[in-house]
Structures are given as C-alpha cells and as structure tokens.
C-alpha cells in the first residue's frame, strides 16, 4: 500500500537495521506491551513478519527508511464477531508529522474495503494522551476503560482505553 509520503509493506530482510533504536527506545516502549530487545530477537521477529499478512512496515519513501511498525490481529475483546484489532510504533523523531494518521487511514480503509472486517478495535494506555487524540481523530468512538488493566514496560500497570470504529461508521465518512 502507498500514501503520499509513505509505503506500507511486508517485512524484508534487514529491516531489523532501520527500527532497531525506535523499537528500543524508551518514546516507543513507554506506551507498549514490549520490553526491549536484542538484534538477534529483533531479526527473528523480522522473520516472522516477512510471511505475516497482517503486519505492515511504514516506509519513508523520501529516505527509503522504515520509521514504525503496524500490526493487525484478531480482536480478543470480541466473541463471534468479524473484528480486527489494531497496534502500532512510530519512532520518535517522526512524530507529530502526521505520518502515523496518514498510515492507520490507509490501514483503516484496507481493513474495511479488502478484508471486509465489521468492527476495527484499538487499545491505548490512559496515560498516552497523543495516541488517544490520533484515534478519536481518525473516527474511533471511545468504548470505555478497563482500570489497570495492561502491565506495561518496567511493570508499570495502566488503565487501558478500549475504541472501535464500525464498518458503517467507517462508510458514513
């Protein structure tokens, strides 16, 4: 998939180069249910996501550099129902561009268009007031709050705040 300034693909060999530092950083970290870890792991996840459909690399076209990870996965919150959930990073440095708006916009449509899901889920820590705002921005309806209820990094424990956006909300916009 390609937006203006991105391309959202499949894992290559060698990407573990470009997001090494972003997914170690503390910025990428603080806000995920990821500890660091090393090249070698990072390289085998690598691997993993190369024959993963679900998973997309977000690439810089103008420095052919990968800059955050987006990943699809079935929504654990939803019994019996067409529903995806939805995850992501962004290095720091990249930010508050709107390169992550631009990527989940392309992601939201293909999630809806060609997978043909009914519900699209999206989780956030109450304490990550950006992601909150990119999601509400981009149509998600908040759904309500479980207390503490994800361990994050450095076993911080979070409030953890549950969105969706339907597929005939999705249609209306």
Request: proline content about 1%.
């Amino acid at each position: 998939m390609e937006t203006e300034r991105l391309i959202l693909r499949a894992a290559r060999p060698g990407d573990e180069n470009d997001i090494f530092e972003i997914r170690n950083s503390e910025y990428v970290l603080k806000y995920n249910c990821m500890s660091k870890i090393t090249l070698e792991q990072l390289q085998e996840q690598v691997e993993k996501d190369i024959d993963c459909k679900n998973t997309f690399y977000i690439e810089l076209k103008e420095k052919q550099k990968v800059i955050g990870v987006i990943d699809l996965e079935e929504d654990g919150l939803r019994y019996g129902v067409n529903s995806l959930s939805i995850s992501y990073y962004l290095g720091e440095e990249y930010s508050s561009k709107g390169y992550m708006t631009e990527a989940l916009q392309e992601i939201i449509s293909y999630v809806f268009e060609e997978m043909q899901a009914d519900v699209l889920s999206v989780r956030a820590f109450k304490d990550n007031i950006a992601s909150q705002r990119l999601i509400e921005k981009l149509g998600f309806t908040y759904e309500g709050c479980i207390r503490r209820g994800i361990k994050g990094y450095q076993d911080i424990i979070y409030d953890d705040m549950i969105y969706s956006i339907l597929k005939e909300e999705y249609e209306l916009r």
